[in-house]
């Protein structure tokens, strides 16, 4: 379990962000998790004096969530790794490589989960 988190709307994120970065915080990374129901959390780290403050965000995998790459810079990597990866769209994304950040066009969102197909014995 995360120490140190704080769930938000998608809307109340950039507002939040925003109030870190004016308290001295750092950026570190997002994650995004498929929670396999359709949605996703998505969780921002910043650090401030070796202590890591979260935020979770957990949206449908139909919503769009607002970049925050114009308030730190770095989160362009990560977003443009998660839309790769999880299929998840950002607004306002500074640099967006359109899906082409890590992989081609053969895989189309490898970390999300597949639905399970069950197999008959014998087959």
Do not use: W
Request: aromatic share 10%; net charge negative.
């Amino acid at each position: 379990m995360l120490q140190n988190l704080k769930e938000l709307q998608k809307e109340d994120l950039r507002k939040e962000v925003l109030a870190l970065k004016a308290d001295g915080y750092r950026f570190v990374t997002s994650t995004c998790v498929d929670l396999g129901d359709g949605r996703f959390d998505i969780i921002y780290h910043f650090d401030k004096d070796y202590q890591l403050t979260n935020i979770r965000v957990t949206i449908t995998a139909e919503e769009k969530v607002p970049s925050i790459s114009d308030i730190y810079f770095a989160a362009v990597f990560v977003e443009n790794e998660i839309k790769d990866l999880f299929g998840i769209e950002f607004e306002n994304l500074l640099i967006d490589y359109e899906g082409k950040f890590m992989i081609t066009d053969e895989l189309e969102s490898p970390m999300r989960k597949k639905p399970a197909v069950k197999v008959k014995k014998g087959e």
